[in-house]
T-cell receptor
Framework: GQSLEQPSEVTAVEGAIVQINCTYQ??????LSWYQQHDGGAPTFLSY??LDGLEETGRFSSFLSRSDSYGYLLLQELQMKDSASYFC???????????WGAGTKLIIKP | KAGVTQTPRYLIKTRGQQVTLSCSPI?????VSWYQQTPGQGLQFLFE???????NKGNFPGRFSGRQFSNSRSEMNVSTLELGDSALYLC????????????FGQGTRLTVV
């Protein structure tokens, strides 16, 4: 079967750095995406990795290693507003269907 | 540019009834996907439409169906509602099938009583 594994919950302190990991097992791979969802809100796109390496967008960075079927989202200078759930998603083989992880709830403490 | 619009935002239905949810994608987007999200759960994929054709389907019973119109607007229908169908139903649009970025609507909160 196809699956994405990510931690269910991560806790960090305001101003710190946190890394959310995602490992995937899919038939076919056309890129790893990350989405953020605040409670009561809709998921919003954060980043995409199609090739190995690091992609940086402001305080957020995302990394991919296709040989390890692994990626991570790195959040720096954490702010209270970063408290949300973070989902990784992979485009797989079957008609490019987007396959989702169960999400990681990020809790930030002052 | 208007975002993805889902209607209605909230809905209360009785067990056994049917419901139709609507999604208007971003102008120019041709791919529409539907997801079910229950409290504390991830996104459960329902189906994806592109150019009026269902391209992908998740593991949901046949009570869940959908369609896409020529203007890319999409509807999903759930018949014979069950209490377990209570959830947030999210619609996402993409420019094309296989696009890396999906844009989500605010969802329809369905409560089955």
């Amino acid at each position: 079967g196809q699956s994405l594994e990510q931690p269910s919950e991560v806790t960090a302190v305001e101003g710190a750095i946190v890394q959310i990991n995602c490992t995937y097992q899919t038939s076919g791979f056309y890129g790893l995406s990350w989405y953020q969802q605040h409670d009561g809100g809709a998921p919003t796109f954060l980043s995409y990795n199609g090739l190995d390496g690091l992609e940086e967008t402001g305080r957020f960075s995302s990394f991919l290693s296709r040989s390890d079927s692994y990626g991570y989202l790195l959040l720096q200078e954490l702010q209270m507003k970063d408290s949300a759930s973070y989902f990784c998603a992979v485009r797989g083989d079957s008609n490019y269907q987007l396959i989702w992880g169960a999400g990681t709830k990020l809790i930030i403490k002052p | 540019k208007a975002g993805v619009t889902q209607t209605p935002r909230y809905l209360i239905k009785t067990r056994g009834q049917q419901v139709t949810l609507s999604c208007s994608p971003i102008s120019g987007h041709r791919s529409v996907s539907w997801y079910q999200q229950t409290p504390g759960q991830g996104l459960q994929f329902l189906f994806e439409y592109f150019s009026e054709t269902q391209r992908n389907k998740g593991n949901f019973p046949g009570r869940f169906s959908g369609r896409q119109f020529s203007n890319s607007r999409s509807e999903m229908n759930v018949s014979t509602l069950e209490l377990g169908d209570s959830a947030l139903y999210l619609c996402a649009s993409s420019l094309d099938l296989g696009n890396t970025e999906a844009f989500f609507g605010q969802g329809t909160r369905l409560t089955v009583v």
